[in-house]
């Protein structure tokens, strides 16, 4: 998801990247463009200017000689006037200063009269390659460099009669090559290129301003850019904050200076309104009453355990500023129920394994003594087996004496166990062989032992099994009404390991005795040792199961076993 999301990030800025790109490569396109055609424009501009100077002095030279023909002069004479008065017109041109140079060339390419600005006149000499240009096009023109200014060299064919003025003969009986002249002229190109330049500087700041807005806007798309993905981001992270804080095991309230609840997550109802439908923000924290209550201080943290309709929860208090004047509390709240049960079977191991080894240390002072007097009784039963009521007696002592050898035997057990050795048993077969094992006695009271099994195998250790299943169908035995006792053996599996459920018929367990039945000792029969079940919660602990005793809600008890699977399972 985060590569998808830089990968959508990315895309945009790369496209507003291209457009930039775009933008820029057709700016100066046409900006070059532009001033290609702006200096085409400008060339031809000056050009047209240079060709309609050229005209008009072309047209000036002839009316000159016609006029002076019509005054009669002779040949010699308008040779006379008219040079002079070409010379003047060219000066007059080159005055205005448009013109640097104005020239009339012969056909052997020598100069009849030149004019220029600045004695250019006597430093400037035209191309050769312009008079041949002439002669093949009638005209040519080219960029030329006079003293630093960039100038246009113009030329063009003259009129051929002007070679009788200056000396020659008829141009009639001249080849057509000698009847050429030739006009050149300079035309200053600093006005002209000024405006192009003054064009081109504009173009280019336009260009340049087109950049920069491009720029800018890419800059502003990036933060745009950048700004929503953060916004995105802003909305998952509040989107996950929101997830985190309402399923979060831990309850989280927020309260004001005064006390009142100003916020609470989906836990905090849980724990603290379980039989209760009205919301809790808006209520005052002082109306929960709490069954007891214990503090403690770990520097600014307010650590409280108190108990709530059953469950025992840890409240954290700690203090945090909204504002300078606005103090507020952040109430954290855990259910430390499973926690706490934990605790009183580390207290209960803990006593056990107290009484463990007490009953050890007492069970091997006894058993010595214990089986001299059972030898005693034993001889004594024998041999006064005739006698009344000595016989009797002795026979009750080597009764006591073995119910006594048992007690210590099941002492012995609780403070030690034997090692287990789980594995996977077969239930149809331990089932069958308790049926084996307890045939007479079942028979004797009356009592009928079902099965239901849904599961036929369990992971455990098979004489721990055993035993504990016989240590609780004697329980039931002597609980279930005699002629029309019933005990069943129920067994189903869920995706932690096998559940075992011994029933019966009897009258039930009281909630007093149901609470403590798991206790060494304690028992409710008359001649009841209290180890039996004391043994069985043993080997359900150390297969790291449980026995549960269901509270009776209907006649009889039923006591369940777990056997978590083994690991390898999953």
Known sequence: MELSSKRSHKLPLALALLALLLLGAGSL???WQNLRQMQQTVFEHMLLSAKSITRGLDIQLAEGMRRMRRQGMKSHQAQENLAPAARELFREMVAQGDLLFIGLYGPD?????????NKIASKFTPPPTIFNMIRSLRESSTPVIINDKASLLYGTVGQPHLLRLYGHKDQ??????????????????????????QYKRAALIQTGYVFIAGFVLWLLALAYFKRREQDKQLVKLERFQANLLDHMPDGLLTLSPDGKILAANGSAHTLLSANEKAPLVGRDWKEFAFDSLQEFRRGAVLWERVKLNGINLELLFFQYFDSPADVRTMVIIRDKTDIAELEDDLNEARRLASIGSLAAGVAHEIRNPLSSLRGFA???AEKLKDEKPYGTYAKTMLEEADRLNRVVTDLLYLSKPHELEPQIVNLGEICDSMNTLMGFDLEHKGTELEHSLDVNEVYADPDSIRQVLLNLLVNSLDAVPEGDGKISIHA?????????????????????????????FFTDKPKGTGLGLAIVNTIMRGHSGRVTISPSASPGTCVELFFPSPRNEG
Request: hydrophobic fraction near 35%; proline fraction near 9%; aromatic fraction near 8%.
């Open 172 to 197: 009639r009986f001249l080849p057509p090559q000698e009847r050429q002249t030739y006009l050149l002229l300079v035309l200053n190109a600093e006005k002209h290129l000024a405006q192009f330049k």
């Open 378 to 380: 034993q001889l004594f």
């Open 29 to 31: 396109y046409l900006t």
């Open 109 to 117: 390419d020598k100069p009849l009269i030149i004019v220029g600005q």
């Open 492 to 520: 189903k599996k869920n995706d932690h390991g096998v559940w075992i459920s011994v029933c019966d018929n009897g009258p039930g367990m009281p909630e007093d005795v149901r609470k403590h039945a798991l206790e060494p």
